[in-house]
C-alpha cells in the first residue's frame, strides 16, 4: 500500500467511526476500534522512512483520535444509562414482591 493510501486507509477509518459513533452501533464501534492499531502502524512506518509529511500524518492523528474519544465517552455513557436501568428494574422487582409477600400475609 502507498504512503498516499495508508492516509486515505486513516480517512476511512475516521468516516467509519463518525457514523458508527452517530448511529450509536457498539458492534461496529467495537470492531473499529479493533482497526485503529493495525491502520495507523504502518502510517508511522512511513512517516519514519520519510514517505509522508508529519503535518497530514499529525491532522489525520488528531481526527482519529478526537472520534475514538467520542466512542469512548459515548460507550461509557451508553453503559452507565443500562447500568441505571437496570437497577431500577430490580428495584421496582423488589417493591413488587414486597408487596406480593405483604399482601399475601394479611388476615381475611
Do not use: F
Not at 486515505?8 to 458492534?27: C, G, P, Q
Not at 493495525?38 to 499529525?58: D, K, S, Y
Not at 461509557?76 to 447500568?83: T, V
Amino acid at each position: 500500500m502507498s504512503a498516499p493510501e495508508q492516509l486515505e486507509a486513516v480517512d476511512t477509518l475516521v468516516e467509519h467511526l463518525k457514523t458508527a459513533l452517530a448511529e450509536k452501533n457498539w458492534e461496529e464501534l467495537s470492531r473499529l476500534s479493533k482497526l485503529v492499531k493495525p491502520t495507523i502502524e504502518p502510517v508511522m512506518t512511513a512517516l519514519e522512512a520519510g514517505e509522508l509529511a508529519p503535518e497530514p500524518v499529525r491532522e489525520r492523528l488528531a481526527t482519529l483520535q478526537t472520534y475514538c474519544d467520542r466512542a469512548n465517552i459515548s460507550a461509557n455513557a451508553a453503559k452507565a444509562e443500562a447500568q441505571q436501568a437496570l437497577k431500577e428494574v430490580n428495584q421496582n422487582r423488589s417493591a413488587a414482591k414486597a408487596y406480593q409477600n405483604v399482601s399475601s400475609n394479611r388476615p381475611k
